[in-house]
C-alpha cells in the first residue's frame, strides 16, 4: 500500500520540472529531506530539471551545513535563493504541510501560481491541504519522526544506492527532529542503525552537530563578566552588574541565565562607553519595567543613544560615570 503511493507520486513528476521548497528558518531536517530528495530524483530521472529553494536558515543549520560541506566538498549543497515560479511544472512541499511556513522572496501566493503542490511531510495534517486536487499524490505519514525517513523510503523502493554522506544527511536529520531520540519509536531507532552501518562513526555525527568552538577572546571576556559581577538584591528581585572589555550583550544574556532578574554590563568601547541591560519578561510584565525607556532618557539626559525594549536594551555615551550606572540602578529600583 505504501509503495503504491510513492508509486502515484513518482507517476506525477515524471517529466516535469520539480522545485523543492520547505519552510522558512529551515532546519536540519528540512535541509537533509530536500537534498537527498534532490539527489535520488537526479539518479532516479537523469534528464529532469530538479532544484531546490531555500528561505533563510535556522541557526543551527548554517552551523551543521558549513561542517558537512567542509567533510564532504564533492557533494551536490546548491540551491536557489531565489523562487523562479515561470520555471516550475510542479512544487515539492517538503517538511511542513502549512503554505503559511513557507516564506517566498517575493509576493507569489502558492495556491494562485496554478501549479501543482505535493506535500511530503511528517507533521499532523489536520484539514490542510485540501486546496488542490492531488491528494492521491501527497505522501504525508504523520507515523514518521523526520521528514528524512520517507525520503529514505525513495531509495529503499526504487534501489537508488546511498552514499556516505546522504547516510549521513538523513541520520543527522533523525538524532534532531527526534530529539535525540527522545521523541521517536522503535522504527526511529531501527533507521539509524539500518543507515550507520560500518562505513559511519556515530561520534562523527555528534561533531557535525556541535556549535564551533567559541572565540577564546569571547570565552576570557565572559569568565571575567562573571568574575567581577556586583550582586543588588531590592526585595525579590536581583540585580548584577559587571564590568568587561566586549561582548557585553551575550555576558549580560548571560546573567539572566544564571538566575539574575536584571542585568547590566558596562563596557568601554575605543571611545565611548557601552551599557547593556537586560531583564526577565516576566520581571518586565509584573512590574512595567521598561529598560528600553529609562536607557533613552538616559540618553537624552547626557547626548548618548539609547533605548531598545522592554527586556532588552542599550545605550552608547561618550562619557563614563558612576553617577549614570547609579542613576541607571535607581531607575530601575523604581519600578521593582
Ligand atoms: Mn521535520
Same mark, same amino acid.
Given at each position: ?6 508509486? $502515484?507520486? #513518482?507517476?506525477?513528476?515524471? +517529466?516535469?520540472?520539480?522545485?523543492? =521548497?520547505?519552510?522558512? @528558518?529551515?532546519? *536540519? &531536517? ?69 503554505? $503559511?511556513? #513557507?516564506?517566498?522572496?517575493? +509576493?507569489?501566493?502558492?495556491?494562485? =501560481?496554478?501549479?501543482? @503542490?505535493?506535500? *511530503? &511531510? ?86 557535525? @552537530? ?127
Amino acid at each position: 500500500m505504501l509503495k503504491s503511493r510513492f508509486d $502515484n507520486f #513518482i507517476a506525477f513528476i515524471q +517529466n516535469k520540472n520539480i522545485k523543492i =521548497l520547505t519552510h522558512d @528558518l529551515v532546519d *536540519i &531536517d528540512a535541509l537533509a529531506s530536500c537534498l537527498t530528495l534532490k539527489y535520488f530524483l537526479t539518479q532516479y530521472f537523469k534528464e529532469q530539471e530538479i532544484s531546490i529553494y531555500f528561505s533563510e536558515f535556522a541557526k543551527p543549520t548554517i552551523n551543521y551545513l558549513r561542517n558537512i560541506t567542509e567533510k564532504f566538498p564533492s557533494f551536490d549543497f546548491s540551491y536557489s535563493k531565489k523562487f523562479n515560479a515561470s520555471t516550475s511544472d510542479v512544487v515539492l512541499i517538503v517538511d511542513t504541510n502549512n503554505l $503559511n511556513q #513557507i516564506e517566498l522572496n517575493s +509576493n507569489l501566493d502558492l495556491v494562485n =501560481l496554478g501549479i501543482p @503542490l505535493i506535500f *511530503i &511531510d511528517h507533521h499532523y495534517l489536520g484539514e490542510k491541504p485540501k486546496n488542490n486536487t492531488l491528494e492521491i499524490s501527497h505522501l504525508i505519514f504523520e507515523n514518521y519522526s523526520s521528514t528524512a525517513e520517507i525520503i529514505l523510503k525513495f531509495f529503499e523502493f526504487y534501489n537508488i544506492p546511498l552514499t556516505i554522506p546522504l547516510k549521513i544527511l538523513i541520520i543527522t536529520a533523525i538524532i534532531t527532529d527526534s530529539g535525540f531520540f527522545k521523541h521517536g519509536n522503535n522504527n526511529t531507532i531501527q533507521n539509524v542503525s539500518n543507515l550507520i552501518g560500518e562505513d559511519i562513526d556515530i561520534q562523527d555525527i555528534f561533531l557535525l @552537530l556541535k556549535k564551533n568552538e567559541t572565540d577564546i577572546s569571547e570565552k576570557i571576556a565572559k569568565i571575567k563578566g562573571m568574575q567581577r559581577v556586583k550582586l543588588i538584591r531590592e526585595g525579590d528581585f536581583l540585580i548584577g552588574i559587571t564590568k568587561v572589555s566586549s561582548y557585553g550583550a551575550s555576558i549580560a544574556t548571560k546573567l539572566i541565565n544564571l538566575g539574575f532578574d536584571i542585568a547590566i554590563v558596562l563596557s568601554k568601547e575605543e571611545n565611548q562607553y557601552r551599557v547593556n541591560t537586560r531583564a526577565k519578561k516576566v520581571v518586565c510584565i509584573k512590574t512595567g519595567l521598561h529598560l528600553g525607556k529609562i536607557l533613552e532618557e538616559i540618553s537624552i539626559k547626557y547626548k548618548g543613544s539609547g533605548g531598545g525594549h522592554d527586556g532588552a536594551a542599550s545605550l552608547t555615551i561618550s562619557i563614563e560615570s558612576d553617577t549614570i550606572t547609579t542613576q541607571i540602578i535607581e531607575k530601575i529600583k523604581n519600578y521593582l
